[in-house]
């Protein structure tokens, strides 16, 4: 039984933009991000700007951020984006990954002082439609000797630990991106369904992706554009962080990672690092599965199209209310709460409390420039 109600959470974008700018005033040492956009000499460290050099045609150009270390054999590869390092499936393998990226360079757009990486080698291919499910969004490229960490130095964070956690709700974390630097945040939703537009055309294409088992982190401010290909990490107080998600989207109000687990198997893969200590595998299991939470994911999966079709949702959710009262909900995520669209909700699915957070539209986030010397 369906009941209908709705709920809005606006942010206010005028105190958001003040607030920034209060800040900016601030910083000694230039905005957060600033030196992850600067040209580093090899090896580099990750968490940084690079472009796939094919990234670039009259109108724009593209820069994202190579993200982390991974291994296959004795054969190493920079983790990033499809959409970032093979341009959303239109890649061809062995095309050069450069840093820094192109928007970073001097002039914009060009050349200047970048060196080859690594070279495109495997990407996942993107499903787009909405009605195919895609489960990540990730691609690598095998490093070129001796143009990256060989311990996969990730510029603020370090080396990550090998063992990995599963992405769990109110869960602290961090990620180290070309755009924010290290910025940190909290896991609010899992089991996320989600339409990402966007794909194509830097970021402003009109190709749509469906994403099945996501997870959101809250607050906007953990990403912004060119932080796509960005490792999330889970906060430790000991012991090297350990690897959560591949972030690859976002909107003004969350950020959208895919679980990193599944990042590595899809790819298969592995991170490159030393056997994780004692510490650090304590860090990585996972807190016992609240039951709640897995009853609320049953009844939303088996509501998903149903839901994905009402009015302005983009994606749906499970998490705790906003309330604090620690129920368990599923959550509607909107284009834009309107009147109605919250009347069209369903206030409660099979006993499930449902609630409303207007997201705006969730697209994927690479950073692009428009140079009057890129070259035709």
Known sequence: ????????????????????????????DGPPGANHKKQQAPPIKLGTSGSNVKDINSSFCCVGTLGALLKKGTATYILSNN???????????GEAIMHRG???TIPGCSKNGTFNVANL??????????T????????????????VSSTGQILDIGTVSTATAIPALNMNVKKSGRTTGVTSGKITSVNVTVNVGGYGACGSG?????????????????????????????TVSTGRPNPVGLLFAGSTSVTVGSPINAVLSALGA????????????????????????????????????????????????????ESGSGVAVIKLFMRKATREARQAAPSQIE???????ETGEIRVVPDCGSESNIKK
């Open 121 to 130: 080698s495997q990407f996942v291919s993107l499903k787009f439609g909405g």
């Open 351 to 357: 006993g499930v409390p449902v609630e409303i957070e």
């Open 102 to 104: 192109y928007v970073d």
């Open 132 to 147: 195919l499910n895609n489960t990540v969004d990730a691609a690598i490229a095998k490093t070129i000797s001796g143009k």
């Open 1 to 28: 039984m369906i009941q209908h109600m709705g709920r809005t959470l606006l942010r206010g974008r005028r105190v958001v933009i003040l607030v920034t700018c209060f800040v900016l005033i601030a910083w000694a």
């Open 83 to 93: 959409h970032v390092l093979a341009r959303s499936n239109t890649a061809a393998l």
């Open 206 to 234: 009109t190709n749509v992706a469906k994403f099945v088992g996501q997870f959101f982190v809250t607050p906007g401010s953990f990403s912004a554009g060119g932080d796509s290909g960005s490792l999330i990490v889970k």
């Open 270 to 321: 592995t991170f490159v690092g030393v056997k994780p200590s004692t510490q650090e595998v304590a860090n990585a299991m996972s807190e016992p599965i609240d039951p709640r939470i897995a009853a609320a994911t049953d009844v939303k999966n088996r509501y998903d199209d149903a839901l994905l079709k009402l009015p302005e949702v983009v994606g749906h959710g499970v998490g705790y209310s």
